[in-house]
């Protein structure tokens, strides 16, 4: 390993693949806002893993903290967290960036058609570059978004105060209801504009 951290000297070539899936998700927004007169994606987040989280997650998983855990083991030091506005455009956005030329899928997870106990909605995609680095993009609804925010700093509370079996079916009650919220927009939507 180099002493440029866990990445070595791959940190360039990653930020480039950063710019290139940015770029990929600039371009559709703009031809689908033009083809439709409205931008699919609310906001698009791109990031690399800290070298202090990279670290954590190969302790975590038992793997050494190598510039060959952090590139080849573990799959998300490239991540995207894209939340869109309607359902449908996750899945417009999806397919858009599973035919990117130079990337190959190498795993999916539906969890808006088979949602996680808790509530937890989300597509996630892992993309794989032609020179072996992977990319693990989030996409998801703002309503989507917004739950897992909120789920995400309740989970981290560390007293619970006995409230514990509350908080989780309040929270999965929440989901539920963000969700169908989710599909009478998309049902709007379809209203106004026609199924796009």
Known sequence: MSNTGIYGDHLPV????????EERVGLLRARLKEQYGMDPVEHCLGRIKSEES????????????????????????????????????VYVIRDDLKSMEGFETVAEKDYIRHVKPNGYRSYHLILREKRGYFVELQLRTISMDTWAALEHQLKYKKTLSGNEELIIRELKHCADTLAST???????????????
Do not use: H, W
């Open 54 to 89: 990279m670290r954590e997650k190969c302790r975590r998983k038992g793997l050494p903290e190598t510039t060959d855990s952090a590139i080849t083991k573990i799959r998300d030091a490239i991540g995207f967290r894209i939340v869109c506005s309607f359902i449908n455009d």
């Open 14 to 21: 990653m930020q480039e693949i950063m710019k290139q899936i």
């Open 182 to 196: 989710d599909i009478s927009m998309q049902t709007i939507r379809d209203m106004i504009y026609g199924d796009q």
